[in-house]
């Protein structure tokens, strides 16, 4: 059973920073390209950031870049997703997915509240 585990997300003041994290477990992760979705309150999820199954190529939604960064541990089967910079509008409940062709799994998400 392929089971992906997000933490790291929390309360944090306009300009602060949070890195969430991805744990897999269950699954080659290596295999699959990883992303990070987020679905802000009463709005639809909406694509934040992709990697690679290697992490050679990464891809942010204009929304986000220059502020958040992907990256992967392969070896640590885990993910991350480093937000810098945090503006209110990025308050949302924070998904990481992985994809290999047609399958795909989902975490249960994380909180991540931007507030003074």
């Known amino acids: 059973q392929v089971q992906l585990v997000e933490s790291g997300g929390g309360l944090v003041q306009p300009g602060g ?3 969430l994290s991805c744990a ?3 699954a080659t992760f290596s295999s699959y390209s990883m992303r990070w979705y ?8 909406e ?3 992709g990697i690679t199954s290697s992490g050679g190529s990464t891809n942010y939604a204009d929304s986000v870049k220059g502020r958040f960064t992907i990256s992967r541990d392969n070896v640590k089967n885990t993910g991350y997703l ?6 209110p509008e990025d308050t949302a409940v924070y998904y990481c ?5 047609a399958v795909e799994w989902w975490g249960q998400g994380t909180q991540v509240t931007v507030s003074s």
């Not at 997915?97 to 062709?101: C, V």
């Open 47 to 49: 694509l934040v950031a």
């Open 17 to 19: 920073s949070l890195r």
């Open 24 to 26: 897999a477990s269950g």
């Open 38 to 45: 987020r679905q802000p309150p009463g709005k639809e999820r």
């Open 82 to 87: 480093q937000m810098n910079s945090l503006e």
């Open 97 to 101: 997915n992985i994809r290999r062709w």
